[in-house]
């Protein structure tokens, strides 16, 4: 890495990119001992130490090698470079002093003042875009007592190494996270660790793990690397600490963050922080039915039961009626008396925040998986306001056999 | 290419003295006879060991995919009477499959390599049926014995070639499945082996998997190697582990413990001298390499020194040039043709 250099000055300044080393690679060309070359290739390659010495067939040798390059640099990693400041010229140069700044995008902090002439600077990079490491070398030329500014730009550009999207589903008063990362380097990308931390409103569960008798094992098995633009998807289960939910939608809710720490080639070290991702949440239903309990199978035309148990979100009182609808074609139909107003605990009220049990009876029509018909709820006392439940659940409809229907 | 001192030769020696070596004129491009190919086969891996892929890819265009019918001894009936199959040397075929990668084609070279594979498995079976393609009478037991060893052999290259374009194309897990199943066959390699899948695993990133298959290499095993390799196996991947953890110090420390038991060993002294690069001390590093390749030409000029040292020159001063130059006469003096000047980085 080069910048332009005044001719007049007496030092030089250069930098280096430390990434880590490599191994050796060889061409291993072998012959057969029968073979023209006879012997003189093996021996040719066990001279050579790019060669692993063990196992000459093998490209893949044992001595490190410096790198060549600058390589490319991701944000989360850590940039170190090599600064060697060198007087080449017949000339003393004096006090000599050396500073070191990185002009990120958006601001430029300082790294290092010294007077050293060889110097190693380590700076985790947080930003995207391009940096520019700016190196100053002041000095004094002793026969002259002139002093000199020697500066020089080392532009380099910080890429994105991961693509994280997010994706939020509502499960009753928890949210499930799914958060998908992607590599987006061209080389693997051994993930040390991936946590999700929530924030003070939330307690998060990891469900990346499998629980078998003694010990957990990850999802993804003994496998912790991501190959090239691979994607995995880590799932968490957040659990509010406090009733967040009101009667109106809440959005853009902080939920918490991502936090990855990786290893790239030869243990570059990387790590990343996402901004708190954000949720919406849905209002809490004002009037919930849920299925507590009910078979799995029924048999055809035979009537079953399954209970109901209705919870008053809302802020006030309750006085339901229930309407059971039935539609063409439905498969299971409602019997009892429909529009009754069920007797509540309370004043023939259900309570704010409460919750009844009720038991309907219903008749299967038709073989096969079934849903149950709509149910229709009426708030008597506020203003016969409605709340429809279409999708209550499903059961299965078996056919009987011929044979027990000869008793009658 | 010009030689004048084959010149200077020819000239003050007489003339019986002197060996009539083939040369590229002599060996007319035809394909009969069974000493050309041959010849043709230690040309073709000459050129690779000089690195001039180029020219060793156009060179075996001309054989095709080595299967035509000019090939077989049977074509040459007035030459080779009683001899059938293949005349092509397996060396030139396991060249003319590892070629296209080395001039960007990986793919094309591991569907040559795979093919490879499977006519050796076949060889292989039928062979252990008790015959040889293309002959008729059985094999002896003993016939039997040398062509299972022998094609198992081939077979164990073919699968190395493999490991090494999957490495060239750097898909290392993949590599790392073809040396786990090599383990099997090759027991007395077994450490060796697990030490180079732990090294590819360090250059993925993965190191508990190289710890693990580290440790597997120190076992004792079936190994028939004597102690003092099997140590400096083990401190050489130690040092790796340091290396990938950046404990400098370390790393040098492991290498250093390696030399005491093997205090010849170049790849050793290279490893400690770039361990002190990366503590910060350019001058030292660069004192060492450069002891290092003066110490004992030619064994010592080796273009993985050089390739370090002219790195660690162009960093230090501007005078880089000239110090790259300065080896010029010493590399005249000691190697060969195939060393490659591009280890000098002069531009």
Same mark, same amino acid.
């Given at each position: 890495m080069e910048g332009s250099v005044p001719q007049q000055h007496l030092l030089g300044l250069k930098v280096m990119r430390l990434t880590k080393p490599m191994l050796s690679y060889a061409v291993p060309v072998l012959g057969e001992p029968w073979d023209m070359l006879g012997t003189t290739l093996e021996e040719n390659l066990s001279q050579?130490?790019? $060669?692993?010495r063990d196992l000459?067939?093998? $490209?893949?040798?044992e001595t490190l090698r410096l790198p060549m390059s600058f390589g490319l640099i991701f944000l989360g990693e850590t940039f170190n470079g090599f600064i060697s400041v060198h007087n080449d010229s017949q000339d003393v140069a004096k006090d000599v002093a050396v500073k070191v700044e990185l002009l990120t995008p958006s601001h430029r902090p300082q790294l290092d003042p010294s007077a050293c002439e060889e110097r190693i600077i380590s700076h985790e990079v947080k930003e995207l875009g391009e940096h520019s490491l700016i190196c100053t070398a002041s000095y004094m030329?002793?026969?002259?007592g002139e002093e000199m500014l020697l500066r020089k730009f080392f532009k380099f550009g910080v890429a994105k190494p991961l693509d994280v999207k997010t994706k939020f589903m509502n499960i009753e008063e928890d949210i499930l996270l799914e958060v998908q990362i992607q590599n987006a380097t061209p080389t693997h990308m051994f993930l040390d660790t991936v946590t999700f931390d929530p924030s003070a409103g939330f307690r998060a569960q990891d469900l990346n793990t499998i629980r078998t008798n003694n010990s957990e094992v990850s999802v993804f098995g003994k496998d912790n690397l991501l190959p090239p633009r691979n994607i995995r998807q880590h799932l968490y289960k957040l659990t509010p600490l406090g009733p967040l939910q009101t009667s109106g939608v809440v959005s853009n809710v902080q939920v918490g963050k991502m936090d990855i720490v990786w290893r790239s080639r030869f243990g570059e070290r990387g790590r990343i922080q996402t901004g708190q991702l954000k949720a919406t949440l849905p209002p809490l239903p004002q009037l919930k039915v849920t299925v507590v309990e009910s078979p799995g199978t029924v048999s055809l035309e035979r009537p079953f039961r399954i209970t109901l148990r209705v919870h008053n979100g809302s802020g006030g009182p309750m006085r339901l009626r229930s309407v059971l609808e039935k539609h063409p074609g439905a498969g299971i139909l409602w019997t009892g008396v429909t529009g009754k107003v069920y007797a509540c605990p309370v004043h023939n009220e259900l309570p704010a925040g409460g919750s009844m049990d009720m038991v309907v009876s219903l008749l299967p029509v038709l073989p096969g998986l079934q849903s149950f018909s709509p149910l229709l709820f009426v708030d008597v006392l506020s203003n016969q306001k409605k709340y429809h439940f279409n999708k209550l659940g499903q059961v299965f409809v078996e056919i009987q056999p011929p044979e027990t229907l000869s008793s009658a | 290419m010009h030689d004048p001192i084959a010149e200077l030769l020819a000239a003050h020696f007489p003339a019986e003295s002197r060996k009539t070596l083939p040369s590229m004129e002599s060996v007319a491009m035809d394909m009969a006879g069974l000493r050309r190919l041959v010849m043709w086969g230690a040309r073709l891996a000459l050129l690779v060991v000089m690195q001039q892929f180029r020219e060793a890819e156009v060179e075996m265009?001309?054989?095709?995919?080595?299967?035509?019918?000019?090939?077989?001894?049977q074509y040459h009936t007035h030459n080779y009477p009683d001899k059938t199959g293949s005349m092509v040397p397996f060396s030139m075929r396991l060249l003319h499959a590892q070629l296209p990668g080395l001039t960007g084609n990986h793919q094309l070279s591991l569907d040559r390599l795979c093919q490879l594979q499977h006519t050796c498995q076949q060889v292989l079976s039928e062979v252990r049926r008790g015959y040889l393609p293309f002959v008729t009478e059985p094999l002896t037991p003993e016939d039997q014995q040398v062509a299972e060893t022998l094609w198992l052999e081939r077979l164990t290259r073919v699968k190395f070639c493999l490991a090494n374009t999957l490495v060239a194309m750097q898909d290392y897990l993949f590599a790392v499945e073809v040396y786990e199943g090599l383990l099997e066959e090759l027991p007395r390699l077994r450490s060796q082996l697990l030490s180079v899948m732990g090294r590819l695993h360090l250059t993925l990133g993965d190191l508990p998997s190289a710890q693990t298959l580290f440790s597997l290499a120190e076992d004792r095993d079936e190994n028939e190697e004597g102690e003092e390799e099997r140590m400096v196996r083990t401190h050489i991947n130690q040092g790796l582990v340091n290396v990938f953890l950046c404990h400098w110090q370390l790393a040098k420390d492991s290498f250093e413990s390696a030399l005491q038991l093997e205090p010849t060993n170049t790849t050793l002294k290279n490893n400690i001298a770039v361990c002190t690069f990366y503590q910060g001390y350019l001058k030292e590093c660069i004192r060492e390499l450069e002891g290092v390749v003066r110490w004992s030409p030619p064994s010592s000029l080796q273009p993985a020194l050089l390739t370090n040292l002219t790195a660690t020159y162009d960093l230090e001063s501007s005078s880089a040039h000239s110090k790259k130059l300065s080896f010029l006469p010493l590399l005249g003096q000691h190697v060969g043709e195939g060393f490659p000047l591009s280890s000098l980085g002069l531009r």
């Open positions: 050579d130490i790019r $060669s692993p000459p067939a093998c $490209s893949t040798g030329v002793f026969a002259t | 265009e001309a054989f095709g995919e080595l299967v035509n019918p000019d090939l077989f001894y």
